[in-house]
Each structure stands twice: as C-alpha cells, then as structure tokens.
C-alpha cells in the first residue's frame, strides 16, 4: 500500500505558476480571491519531502546520527534526508539509512507524517524501522560529517528533549511519553524489537 | 532595551546574493565551501518576522482569535502577523492586536523568541501582554476572517494541545504544561494578571 502524502492546511491551487525554480526551493504564486470578492496574488514555497527514521537494532539499541553540516550548528537527530525527485518515501529511507549509517533493516512503519510549516509545500515522513544492522560502511557527500549513537530508548526521550535534536516534528510525542506513563510505555512499544 | 533576534543554527553570510525577491519570500544563494574544501551552491529563504501575543485582560480572561484565510482550513491561536519592513517586533505586536482584536495592552514581555525552521531566515516572538482592554473595533483586511474567544488559563492549555492551534512554537511548553505541575504554575504566573 503507498504511503499517503499529508495534507497541507493551505494548498497551492493546480493552476499556480513557478515563477522561480532554485536550487532548494521553488516558488508558486497564483490569484486568490479574497472574502469581499476582490482578488490578490497569493504564493507559497515548495521544496523536496523529507524522510527521518528512528532504527532499532535487535538489542533494542536505536541508531541516532551526531551530524554537522558545513556552516551549521552540530545536531543530533535519526538518519534521514530528502525524497528525491520520481522516489517514493519508502525508496528514500532506505537509501538515506544505509547512506548515513551503513544499516540496513526489515520493516519499515510510518510514526508520523505531516506538513509542518503553513506557507511551505513540505512533508516530513518519520518512519521506526526494525531489524536494522549494519551491512555496509557509511558512504557521506562533501557536505556532511556524521557520527553513528547507539541509545536505549529511554535515553532517546532525554535526547529528544535537547534543544540540538533536529526531528523538531516528534519532540511533542517525546514530551508527552516524558509525562505520561501511557503514552511512555505505549511508545515503548512501538520501538520495542518485534523478535 | 530592544529585543534581540534569535540566531539561526545556519546563517544566510553577509555576501550571499539576492535571486529572487517574491512577495512573501526571498531567496538567496552563495558559494559554500564543504568539509573536502571543495564548493557548491548553498540556498537558503528569507521572509519577514512574526509576531504572537497572548494578551491577558485584568480578569485573567486570555484573547484568541477563530481565524480562515482564504483557501485555509479555520484554525484556533493567539493573535499576530508579520513584522513589516522597518518595523520593531514590539511596534508590531501592539499593531497586530490593535487591527486583529480592537485591544490595546499595558504591557508586553516576550515569552519565546526562535527561528524555527532551519532553511529559513525567520524569527518568531511570542509575547504575553497585561492589562488588555477593549479600546476600537476590529480593522480586518478582505483576506482576514476574525472572531475573539476569551478562555481561562486552563482553558488555553487544552486548546493549544488541539490540532488546528496555530502557534506551533510554543505548543511544547502548552504540553509541559499539561502533564508537569512545576512547569504548569509557573506559566499560570506568566499569565495572571500584575494588578
């Protein structure tokens, strides 16, 4: 079964032009009428989908990325990357992981997906795979330096509280497994080796 | 004292170039040099600040705006808008809540200041504003759709845990809120009224 694209909470209608394609970004702007009938010129940025993912080992371990980025502040964060023009998600997450981590793993489950920035046409897939293991050496581009951590899941909510943790989209269902025994354990769960 | 911007974890530098100026957002590209020493084009988006206020009558009754835009789906937040050009993000918070709710406050203090999405250069102040009342009628533009709900403290907590509460910044405090007792009084003491 694919997996279904979030919607945004404000779409860029199908007849709204490109009126600039960059590297990263692509702008749309297109006439929209307003409350009282009059129209203005609306626009909206797009840009590539994202795919994050949180892999288990059968230890129970989970593989985190310490990553730095040439002119950016370190962060810690899962593996992930950009769903690449014509890829599914699935295709990218399994191409980032073993990318930036070397590791494979045998199933991959959508956690959350969402739209998270109002005016931006951008997805972010945060998937939980297990079975993962390592099978190949890390293989990063110029502009990246990353560190494999392999944490216990109950470190992995203290790591998520940071304010260096880059997957800013779950940080409130970490919060919440923070405070609430239910949702902790229920979460647990969910990274929890199925072997 | 002016209020300080909250840095980016990955700035714009001072030579990138202008390539496109849109309505809303600005793009802009320069010549990053990656770990290898080799070169490549890094892109990054600009668009005018935001402000956010809270403000709090002398009740303790908070203001929230029921707000559409065209093309929107409805969503639930504080009021606010964008900081114009020249503009001070204090000078615009009391504008915004003058045009969006007719009221006028004694007090401004910014609860949260952050630039939220990394490939973007975009801060967000979140005020709380004291001693709120009443002064005008509501001065809504044909692409605004506004109606006021006053809420207790509590009440807020629970709103802004919903899904279509607009100030996504500081939704995480709205949680720890919820589920730390520490952490839930002292934010009521941010929001009780000085008088």
Redesign the interface.
């Known amino acids: 079964m694919p997996i279904e694209r979030p919607e945004s909470?404000?779409?860029i209608?199908s007849d709204a032009k490109l009126?600039?394609k960059?590297?990263?970004?692509d702008?749309y702007?297109w006439e929209?009428?307003?409350?009282?009938g009059?129209k203005?010129?609306?626009?909206k940025?797009k840009?590539l989908d994202t795919v994050v993912v949180f892999a288990v080992q059968d230890d129970g371990m989970i593989i985190l990325t310490e990553q730095e980025?040439?002119?950016?502040?370190p962060?810690v964060g899962a593996a992930g990357g950009r769903v690449e023009q014509g890829e599914d998600p699935l295709s990218a997450v399994k191409r980032e992981l073993l990318e930036e981590t070397g590791y494979e793993a045998d199933e991959y489950n959508v956690w959350d997906a969402q739209q998270?920035?109002?005016?931006?046409d951008w997805a972010v897939y945060t998937f939980i795979a297990h079975g993962a293991r390592k099978v190949a050496e890390i293989n990063l581009?110029?502009?990246?330096?990353i560190q494999l951590k392999l944490v216990t899941f109950d470190e992995l909510i203290d790591i998520a509280l940071q304010e260096n943790f880059?997957e800013?989209e779950v940080?409130?269902k970490f919060?919440?497994a923070?405070?609430?025994n239910t949702k902790r354990e229920a979460l647990r769960a969910l990274f929890t080796p199925k072997v």
Do not use: C, H, M, N
């Open positions: 909470r404000q779409s209608p009126v600039f960059g590297k990263l970004f702008v702007q929209q009428t307003l409350f009282d009059t203005t010129t609306f626009e940025i840009r980025q040439p002119g950016g502040l962060f998270p920035v109002g005016k931006i581009d110029a502009g990246e330096k880059s800013r940080v409130e919060i919440e923070k405070y609430d």
